[in-house]
């Protein structure tokens, strides 16, 4: 069964780059029909999806935040990362990665526990 | 985007009641929905896609049905492991999430 875990830092100042990583074990990230999402919990906004990629390289994003962000993948490490550029207190929220069920690329049966990410000064 | 609505925001009930949540969509969203649940310091976990189609594992006491823009979600027999928050998802056009039914223990 796959297992999704994030790592990154828990606090980030205002202004700077969040970067986040997602490692993927028990399956591989290169798996046919599998795209490896981004998804943020804000305490008072709720779900939010940021991006997803694919092994291939190929990439979405939303179109809120496109402007600010960057997904990649790393097949060789089975990791896929997150950077949020130019991050405010309005980023601050759980972040969680994420994969999709194979009939569509937009619902999720695979996530990690989350990590707590603060911007602050 | 189309914006989710889902009711009620709290819902108590007791172990073995009938359970509904409901969701609108602000447009169509054909059956293109999905809804989770989420405990605390977890991720969501899928319950249900396509409106109606039951993700693998997911005891048969959870169903969901509708299209267009109304959705529900029952749970037939409320059980003490459902106590958790509930969220609907669309993905008729990218996704989005309703604001969540948190089912507490009355």
């Known amino acids: 069964q796959v297992q999704l875990q994030e790592s990154g830092p828990g606090l980030v100042k205002p202004s700077q780059t969040l970067s986040l990583t997602c490692t993927v074990s028990g399956g591989s990230i290169s798996s046919r029909g599998h795209y490896w999402s981004w998804i943020r919990q804000h305490p008072e906004k709720g779900l939010e999806w940021i991006a997803y990629?694919?092994?291939?390289?190929?990439?979405d994003y939303s179109p809120s935040l496109k402007s600010r962000v960057t997904i990649s993948i790393d097949t060789s490490k089975n990791q896929f990362s997150l950077r949020l550029r130019s991050v405010t207190a309005a980023d601050t929220a759980i972040y969680y990665c994420?994969?999709?069920?194979?009939?569509?690329?937009?619902?999720?049966?695979?996530w990690g526990q989350g990590i707590p990410v603060t911007v602050s000064s | 985007d189309i914006q989710m609505t889902q009711s009620p925001s709290t819902l108590s009930a007791s172990v073995g009641d009938r359970v509904t949540i409901t969701c609108r969509a602000s447009?169509?969203?054909?059956?293109?929905m999905a809804w989770y649940q989420q405990k605390p310091g977890k991720g969501p976990k899928l319950l249900i896609y396509?409106?109606?189609n039951l993700e693998n594992g997911v005891p048969s006491r959870f169903s969901g049905s509708g299209s267009g823009t109304e959705f529900t979600l029952t749970i037939s027999s409320l059980q003490p492991d459902d106590f958790a928050t509930y969220y609907c998802q669309q993905y008729d056009s990218y996704l989005t999430f309703g604001g969540g039914t948190k089912v507490e223990i009355k």
């Open positions: 990629t694919y092994y291939s390289g190929s990439t």
């Open positions: 396509d409106a109606s």
């Open positions: 994420a994969r999709n069920i194979l009939t569509t690329i937009f619902v999720f049966d695979s």
């Open positions: 447009e169509s969203v054909s059956r293109w």
